[in-house]
């Protein structure tokens, strides 16, 4: 395998050749782990086979490096990430300083490149809110919330364990659309950010009252009635106000941001979000969607985290759904026109993670998916649906290194990775850390090129 600094993240792989004499050639775009999950598949499965991973950034494993907490160290293994941009959501307001999205921010403090200059101002205001109640957004309030000394020996961008050791933020709001019942988080990641240390919790008492409805969804689904339950008994195990000092998460329901509104003090910034009340309405067995009641409130911040979903990036050249934000499919099958009936198959193209699917799921998900891609491809070569090399000839990894040549782009080697990987290993350990990450790109060129 090779990783070179190109392409971009997710996955998709094209079959190279498939002649039983030569070895089956198979490129990886994109080395987060679908990239690394699919091609350790392919490799199973098709043992001569060669398979070369290719990447934009000198640094492989995608979300496991980039998107998960410092503070997940056991969470670090395979999850696809195959979405390097984020939903809108098309309010006034939205382009005012201090509103940034929950990936840049988790690109921050994680030491992704791309945002090493985020700079996102965590001084200026005591209050942050959090639009969004899924994992992203609750590891985004424990960053926040949860006391510094507790992350210094975790692998957090060094940028960012000095931001918020001098950050003012000491009230966050996590604002959801729709109920308790609803949530979109796992217990794991409620029951670590409820554990924060001295840390007021304050849940509205009206807003846990369950109806026949909310019951319905709750009996078929373990985790949902398991997060209520956490929701319902931190609502009633705290105090009722928060002593003098102490750092305070509130969980809001039933509201959504109908515009953000900018400070008098300081112009371009945001000073705070109007919020329209909702109520839910059942629109199947099962789910209920937030419609809104021409109500609203005024809730004070000077920062914004939009945790509202992420979206994939189109590729010139390549088939793309802009509605769903994938590349359109079938079992990893890349179609090529839509329109027709059946669809036109991309012979030999094929997509896998989040650019499959579309940003969704656990780690177990991602396993299934590649499965299914890999799977597809196999029967594709044994149904000889793939184009061989005597039919299309194909000149392969040689082809690619010389195109990326003429096209003058730099090619770092997995070697370049590891010199990259000892020296955050050596950094690290000079502070008792497991690595200090290096965030800026002429920090990590000077390193992979030395």
Known sequence: MKMVNFGARSWLCR???????????????????????????????HQQAQVDIIDRLPTPFGLVRSGVAPDHPETKVVLAYGAESDRVLGIPGEDLNGIYSAREFVWWYNGHPDCRFLNPDLKSTDTAVILGQGNVALDVARVLLRPTTELVTTDIASHALAALKESAIRKVYLVGRRGPVQAACTTKELREVLGIKDLHIHIQQDDLVKTPLDEEELKNNRIQRRVYEFLSKAATSGASHPCSGQRELHFVF???????????????????????????????????????????????????????????????????DHQKGVVPNINGRVLSDTSKDPPVLEKGLYVCGWLKRGPTGIIATNLYCAEETVAAISDDIEQGVVPSSSSLPKPGREGLLQLLDNRNVRVLPFSAWEKIDSEERRLGNLTNKPREKLAAWEELMKVATE
């Open 15 to 45: 079959a190279l050749s498939t002649i039983p004499s030569n070895p089956l050639r198979v490129c990886v775009v994109g080395s987060g782990p679908a990239g690394f999950y699919t091609a350790e598949k392919m490799l199973k499965a």
């Open 254 to 320: 039933f509201r959504k941001p109908n515009r953000f509104l900018e400070s008098d003090e300081r112009s371009g910034y945001v000073s705070g979000i109007s919020l329209e009340k909702t109520v839910l309405k059942g629109v199947e067995p099962g789910k209920q969607m937030a419609v809104g009641t021409q109500q609203f409130e005024y809730l004070g911040c000077g920062v914004v985290l939009k945790s509202i979903g992420y979206k994939s990036i189109p590729v010139d050249g390549l088939p793309f």
